[in-house]
């Protein structure tokens, strides 16, 4: 599990050792050369992490969970995920050769900007976080951020259960309204249904990631209260977790 938990009581930031390397990648797909925002063209442009040393299938599986995340952003069917990054982009181009095809004089450019960040890179667990915005029209952007955690040594989903007892649900709920009710400037008597929480409650989701300073929690534009609120972030002190470390 992760070494850091073990040493918690010493210190709250996550340790990790040793380092799986990566190396940055870029890929970019464009509808015409040169293309520009500003004029009717497609762009998608990602960049990656690319971690050195690893099993083939593990990296695919990284790779294959990023795609998935950009995917989602940009509306691809869930039923015809990609294979690759490199297969959305060229996608993501082909869908807007295709539509401005049938819409003559359309005169708005399409792009997916997407940027992963490596935020835990050790033998143990991997943590990256997926931050995209998509242009297809529209009023104004889409803007997504999302997370992927990964065991390196066998490709599988990293999740809080593989570093915290059974039992740490509940406790983790109270310290993410606590930490909530901190960000929103609520005092005790003030009620978290003015977020419109379901029954006033704050309920953790499945978006969240590793960083070294704790776990974070993120609530997507529209996820948590209406379309046009923030994003939220709710981050966690690992040594507020200490109780619960296996």
């Given at each position: 599990?992760i070494v850091?938990?073990?040493?918690?009581?010493?210190c709250?930031?996550?340790?990790e050792?040793?380092?799986?390397?990566?190396?940055?990648q870029?890929?970019?797909a464009?509808s015409?050369p040169?293309?520009?925002?500003?004029?009717?063209?497609a762009?998608?442009?990602?960049?990656?992490?690319?971690?050195l040393?690893?099993?083939?299938?593990?990296?695919?599986?990284?790779?294959?969970?990023?795609a998935?995340?950009l995917?989602?952003?940009?509306?691809?069917?869930?039923?015809?995920?990609?294979e690759?990054?490199?297969?959305?982009?060229?996608?993501?181009?082909?869908?807007?050769?295709?539509?401005?095809?049938?819409e003559h004089?359309?005169?708005?450019g399409?792009?997916?900007r997407?940027?992963?960040?490596?935020?835990?890179s050790?033998?143990?667990?991997i943590?990256?976080?997926?931050?995209?915005?998509?242009?297809?029209g529209?009023?104004h952007?889409?803007y997504?951020?999302?997370?992927?955690?990964i065991?390196?040594?066998?490709?599988?989903e990293?999740?809080?259960?593989?570093?915290?007892?059974?039992?740490?649900?509940?406790d983790l709920t109270?310290?993410?309204?606590?930490?909530?009710?901190?960000?929103?400037?609520?005092?005790?008597?003030d009620?978290l249904?003015?977020?419109?929480?379901?029954d006033?409650?704050?309920?953790?989701?499945?978006?969240?990631?590793?960083?070294?300073e704790g776990?974070?929690f993120y609530?997507?534009t529209?996820?948590?209260?209406?379309?046009?609120?923030?994003?939220?972030e709710?981050i966690?002190?690992y040594?507020?977790?200490?109780v619960?470390?296996?």
């Amino acid at each position: 599990m992760i070494v850091a938990l073990a040493a918690l009581a010493a210190c709250s930031k996550l340790k990790e050792k040793p380092v799986v390397d990566f190396v940055m990648q870029d890929f970019k797909a464009e509808s015409s050369p040169n293309c520009r925002e500003d004029s009717a063209c497609a762009t998608f442009q990602i960049q990656y992490p690319e971690f050195l040393g690893l099993d083939t299938a593990i990296r695919k599986s990284i790779a294959d969970r990023i795609a998935n995340h950009l995917a989602n952003a940009v509306a691809v069917d869930a039923s015809e995920q990609p294979e690759s990054l490199q297969q959305l982009g060229n996608d993501f181009v082909n869908d807007f050769k295709e539509f401005t095809k049938e819409e003559h004089g359309y005169d708005l450019g399409w792009y997916v900007r997407g940027q992963v960040t490596v935020l835990i890179s050790s033998d143990t667990l991997i943590s990256l976080q997926v931050d995209s915005e998509t242009f297809t029209g529209g009023a104004h952007a889409q803007y997504s951020t999302n997370f992927v955690n990964i065991e390196p040594k066998t490709g599988t989903e990293f999740l809080l259960d593989a570093m915290l007892r059974p039992g740490y649900r509940e406790d983790l709920t109270r310290l993410a309204a606590e930490e909530l009710r901190n960000q929103l400037e609520l005092n005790e008597v003030d009620s978290l249904a003015s977020t419109e929480l379901t029954d006033g409650k704050f309920e953790f989701n499945d978006n969240y990631g590793f960083r070294k300073e704790g776990v974070v929690f993120y609530f997507n534009t529209s996820e948590f209260g209406s379309p046009v609120d923030d994003p939220v972030e709710v981050i966690i002190p690992y040594e507020k977790l200490r109780v619960w470390a296996k």
